[in-house]
């Protein structure tokens, strides 16, 4: 499967489907174009991609800059805008595409508040989806993102995961401590792989990251066991 900010440009930039930039924008969406041609070559069905921010992040997964930050509304449409251009593409090739929700941390918060971060929470995902048709854009759920997301924003992740079931396309794993996106491995006993039975016809990837051979295998045998 071909995912997210790939194939990797010879000039770097923060993939932002709702900048408002029109650079990063229209690079975003070619990327995501060529994502699709790789998928082509590869007989991938799916290309999946990140939902979008309401600022231009410097680097991902440290604080984003509170300067430049566009109204919530403006860039929401803009995603919408863009991801319809990417589906325009995809559908041409018989390609389906699924976005996958923000993860919101503690050093992206404003006095509590999610202002940066778009598609993180059930409502806003809703407002996403109803802009197409039945089944057109899917969701990929990353279980590692809910159990941070839910901690930071206050929503229960057991319920959370429970009504966007039947939009999920693609699932992603990985373990953390509830506070942070940590991509570790995974446990028997931790809140994400209790979840993965819901999920078990859905294609399921092992996001955890730094793990020698034995334990990433290791972390697969406990995903298999989980879904059966």
Same mark, same amino acid.
């Given at each position: 499967?071909?995912?997210?900010?790939?194939?990797?440009?010879?000039?770097?930039?923060?993939?932002?489907?709702?900048?408002?930039?029109?650079?990063?924008?229209?690079?975003?969406?070619?990327?995501?174009?060529?994502?699709?041609?790789?998928?082509?070559?590869?007989?991938?069905?799916?290309?999946?991609? #990140?939902?979008?921010?309401? !600022?231009?992040? %410097?680097?991902?997964?440290?604080?984003?800059?509170?300067?430049?930050?566009?109204? $919530?509304?403006?860039?929401?449409?803009?995603?919408?805008?863009?991801?319809?251009?990417?589906?325009?593409?995809? $559908?041409?090739?018989? %390609?389906?595409?699924?976005?996958?929700?923000?993860?919101?941390?503690?050093? &992206?918060?404003? #006095?509590?508040?999610?202002?940066?971060?778009?598609?993180?929470?059930?409502?806003? +995902?809703?407002?996403?989806?109803?802009?197409?048709?039945?089944?057109?854009?899917?969701?990929?759920?990353?279980?590692?993102?809910?159990?941070? +997301?839910?901690?930071?924003?206050?929503?229960?992740?057991?319920?959370?995961?429970?009504?966007?079931?039947?939009?999920?396309? !693609? %699932?992603?794993?990985?373990?953390?401590?509830?506070?942070?996106?940590?991509?570790?491995?995974?446990?028997?006993?931790?809140?994400? !792989?209790?979840?993965?039975?819901?999920?078990?016809?859905?294609?399921?990837?092992?996001? +955890?990251?730094?793990?020698?051979?034995?334990?990433?295998? &290791?972390?697969?045998?406990?995903? &298999?066991?989980?879904?059966?």
């Amino acid at each position: 499967m071909v995912h997210g900010y790939f194939p990797p440009p010879k000039s770097p930039f923060n993939f932002n489907l709702a900048s408002q930039n029109k650079i990063i924008r229209d690079k975003s969406i070619k990327l995501g174009e060529k994502a699709i041609d790789v998928c082509c070559e590869i007989e991938s069905p799916i290309f999946t991609f #990140h939902a979008g921010f309401t !600022v231009d992040p %410097i680097e991902l997964g440290k604080r984003f800059p509170r300067t430049g930050v566009v109204e $919530r509304k403006i860039a929401i449409d803009t995603f919408i805008d863009s991801s319809y251009k990417i589906l325009d593409y995809a $559908r041409s090739f018989g %390609i389906k595409i699924a976005m996958e929700l923000n993860v919101v941390q503690k050093f &992206n918060l404003d #006095h509590g508040k999610n202002k940066l971060l778009l598609f993180a929470e059930y409502d806003e +995902t809703m407002i996403f989806l109803k802009n197409f048709k039945k089944n057109e854009i899917g969701i990929l759920l990353d279980l590692g993102h809910t159990s941070v +997301t839910s901690h930071w924003l206050n929503f229960d992740k057991d319920e959370f995961t429970e009504k966007i079931k039947k939009f999920v396309s !693609v %699932i992603h794993i990985s373990n953390n401590n509830g506070l942070q996106d940590q991509h570790k491995q995974l446990t028997t006993d931790c809140w994400q !792989v209790s979840k993965l039975k819901r999920f078990k016809n859905k294609p399921i990837t092992l996001e +955890t990251m730094n793990l020698t051979i034995d334990e990433i295998k &290791n972390n697969i045998n406990i995903a &298999n066991k989980a879904i059966k």
